[in-house]
């Protein structure tokens, strides 16, 4: 059966509600699923989004990657699935996805791992102008031993700036990497401390 993310009240507070493809659809690698996609601008450069009637897909950031690249990596998650280009459509989902105050909910359509799926509800419930690292993170899904194994689903996190993987950092207080490139994860640190994610109620 499909799962989604939990904690309803912080994910109605941010305006997102997010659904889980189903087993089925993970086993058949996305056949007969119809993906369309298109890259536009954003605050962090030229970004590529993906979405399916149920919600978006793959949110990223070239920074120095090709589109080829960008692509690749995107179709890797549903390799069998039919990927249609939509330029006018991309602008308007990333229109959606920067607004400072929304509206109507943003849908999140997630191919994860049920322990994937927890670290990345977790990093919903890190404030706007806070910072964690992967320890504290581990914690917060009651694994305490397995900072490696939420770096890597923090690492896998499909659609950046909307689950917040940029304020993830290293426990002694550095950075760390950023899938995106550091630049973008200091570009999204630092408007997140200006609070640009203001919100409607």
């Known amino acids: 059966m499909g799962a989604g993310l939990s904690g309803p009240g912080r994910l109605h507070d941010l305006l997102i509600t997010t659904v889980a493809l189903t087993p089925g659809e993970i086993r058949q690698k996305g056949r007969g699923i119809s993906l ?5 601008e954003s605050p962090f450069g030229e970004a590529l989004v993906g979405w399916h009637q149920r919600g978006i897909h793959f949110l990223g950031f070239r920074g120095e990657r090709s589109r080829h690249e960008m692509l690749t990596e ?3 998650r549903l390799e ?5 280009p939509d330029e006018a459509g991309a602008r308007e989902r990333l229109s959606q996805i920067f607004e400072k105050s929304r509206e109507k ?8 791992s049920p322990f994937q799926l927890q670290v990345w509800e977790a990093l919903l419930a890190i404030p706007d102008d806070a910072l964690s690292s992967y320890g504290q993170i581990a914690r917060m899904v009651n694994r305490g ?3 490696q194994a939420v770096g890597k689903a923090v690492g896998s996190n499909p659609v950046a700036w909307i689950i917040p993987c940029h304020r993830v950092i290293r426990g002694i207080g550095e950075l760390g990497g950023y899938r995106w490139g550091l630049p973008a994860k200091q570009a999204m640190i630092g ?5 640009f994610r203001s919100r409607s109620a």
Do not use: E, K, V
Not at 105 to 112: A, E, K, N, V, Y
Not at 191 to 195: F, K, L, P, Q, T
């Open 80 to 84: 069998q699935a039919i990927l249609t």
């Open 74 to 76: 995107m179709s890797s």
């Open 105 to 112: 909910p943003l849908r999140l359509w997630l191919r994860g």
């Open 191 to 195: 408007m997140d401390a200006i609070g």
């Open 145 to 147: 031993g397995a900072a």
């Open 36 to 40: 369309r996609y298109g890259f536009g």
